[in-house]
């Protein structure tokens, strides 16, 4: 038998013995009996305990996983979170069970920057809700908080709940296997024992717990607070101060008229959208003139270029050829049909100097028929997670599609009737998209280009759109 193994026998046996864990019958809060019981709050008492879980945490799990911070569920694993960040000269991070009542409202203490990441320790997991109260309040913070360290799995679905908000966990034990050792031992006889496995069978599995808090209910001040992506903070500054999530889609091939169009309808779009390669007579001047549009009007710009070749390639067309999109478009679209190596060209790109830019990944398309599945946008979503610098955003279609509040949900296919063009383009209404789909910023093309008074329709969606956001969101507005 290896040493651990000898460890985590003696680990079992000491809870038994210092009743961190009893058997018998017992009621709990759901009002179901239990045969088995723990409270692991009785270790503080026992620094031998203290010291073998520590040892053992950090021994088994922690040694090799990479991270920044380590933030103990409070209260139970505080003390053990405390002796590992000793331990392993890791920053530790406390989360406060409520938020104070005079000046910062802040639920994390300690020193931090968003993007880092941060270990999660707790005690026991039963349906994982006092860990995911934890994730929420470090995700909130824009801390990366995917992985967490559990003594004992009770093996009731918290493992499962968890995973479905992205956080993988590692347990000292399972319930299964202390009661292994612990009949092993001799502490409980085989009737315990399969009373006890019995009851874990029988037990409907504990609350399922779908995600955290739904980003769409978050004000963009509230998400701008979050974002880890520079692009990301600005646009959902510029929403704010403008009330406008319209992005126009300026769909015209010449560049007397986009310019001309711009000039009606910028003051009323936080983002312009563009095909650099559908315009006829493409130059730098045009370029220039976009610019300067965009601070006069102050709107952000997004070259639909949909990028979906090898990251070198990709490299290549952003920031060379005759458009040279990376000296001008704030943000690009990109496939992640390629893999990684297209968001870490794009990556590479700004961190030689091209200055903060971001990527709206394709998560799903509105086109009639396309072949995105959902497990295609669930991958593309976990890809995505590894770059939250260049993640600006998803081009999608559904709220379910991410949840994370850092991102922003840009959402093409919309008019003032549900309908479809002759080409597959299918179209939902301004209020559907914000209410139903989750879209944070609205793309309209030629509902607006093709319109007779541009500038009147563009404000009409703007209105409509922005009072459908309020609407969304008005249980947060203070
Ligand atoms: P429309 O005129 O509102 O249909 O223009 C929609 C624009 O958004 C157009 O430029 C498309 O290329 C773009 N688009 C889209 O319609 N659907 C998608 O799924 C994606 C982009 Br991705």
Redesign the pocket.
Known sequence: MNNEQQRIEELAVNLFNINAVKFGEFDTKSGIKTPVYFDLRVIVSYPDVMELISDLIYEFAFKEMDCVHICGVPYTALPIATLLSVRAKKSMLMRRKEAKAYGTKKMIEGHYEAGQSCLIIEDVITSGSSVLETVKDLRKEGLKADRALIILDREQGGRENLAKNDVQIKSLFTMSKLIEILVQKEKIDNTMANKVKKYLLETPAAVKIDSLEDRTLLTYEQRSELSTNTVAKRLFHIMSAKKSNLCL?I?LTSTIKILDMIEKVGEHICLL?T?ADIIEDFNTDFTVSLKNLAKKFNFLILE?R?FADIGNTVALQYSKGIHKIAEWADCV?VHSLPGEGILKAINNSCDNGIGSRGVFL?A????EG?LITTEYTAQTVKMASKYPNVLTGF?C?TKESFNDPRYIQLT????FECSK?ELG?V?NTPEKVILEKGADVV?????I?TAKNPEAQAVLYKNVLWSNYLRRVSGKIE
């Open positions: 889609s769909d959208k095909h639909d949909k679209t394709l799903e398309m509105s086109s396309n081009v279609q093409p296919g919309v008019q063009d383009q179209y793309v309209v093309g030629r509902g280009v």
